[in-house]
């Protein structure tokens, strides 16, 4: 793979969104376990009621949790997009794929048309030897 393949602009345009999706979605997971692990904290009194405070946090982390999720499956549809792009748009190894599946057919082929042939002169014979013996009875 030494050449260097020119996508055109709609297919770079398509992969610079892929690699933007990757990157907010990975930055979203990092973020929100940031948070939530700076949440696990004990801080010191405040003036909210720890059973409040201990309440706000946890519905928080169900939030922020949430996001993760959010991103996780975000980005399992960005797989499964890539996956579709790559199989929609790897002429080059569909053709190789095509072609070497073409050579294995005509090969095939030729190696049945060589049995058949013989077989046909073996039953040429067989015929000739069989006239020759009705005939000559």
Same mark, same amino acid.
């Given at each position: 793979?030494?050449?260097?393949?020119?996508?055109?602009?709609?297919?770079?345009?398509?992969?610079?969104?892929?690699?933007?999706?990757?990157?907010?979605?990975?930055?979203?997971?990092?973020?929100?376990?940031?948070?939530?692990?700076?949440?696990?904290? %004990?801080?010191?009194?405040? @003036?909210?009621? !720890?059973?409040? =405070?201990? *309440?706000? $946090?946890?519905?928080?982390?169900?939030? &922020?949790?949430?996001?993760?999720?959010?991103?996780?499956?975000?980005?399992?549809?960005?797989?499964?997009?890539?996956?579709?792009?790559?199989?929609?748009?790897?002429?080059?190894?569909?053709?190789?794929? %095509?072609?070497?599946?073409? @050579?294995?057919? !005509?090969?095939? =082929?030729? *190696?049945? $048309?060589?049995?058949?042939?013989?077989? &046909?002169?073996?039953?040429?014979?067989?015929?000739?030897?069989?006239?020759?013996?009705?005939?000559?009875?």
């Amino acid at each position: 793979m030494a050449t260097q393949r020119v996508l055109p602009q709609s297919k770079e345009t398509l992969l610079q969104s892929y690699n933007k999706r990757l990157k907010d979605d990975i930055r979203s997971i990092l973020d929100n376990f940031t948070e939530i692990i700076k949440t696990a904290k %004990i801080e010191d009194e405040t @003036q909210v009621s !720890r059973a409040t =405070q201990a *309440e706000q $946090d946890h519905y928080e982390m169900h939030v &922020r949790a949430a996001n993760i999720v959010r991103a996780g499956e975000s980005l399992m549809k960005l797989v499964s997009d890539l996956k579709q792009f790559l199989i929609l748009n790897d002429f080059p190894s569909v053709n190789d794929a %095509i072609s070497l599946q073409n @050579q294995q057919l !005509r090969s095939l =082929q030729e *190696e049945c $048309d060589k049995k058949l042939t013989s077989l &046909r002169d073996e039953i040429a014979i067989d015929l000739y030897e069989l006239e020759e013996e009705y005939y000559s009875s």
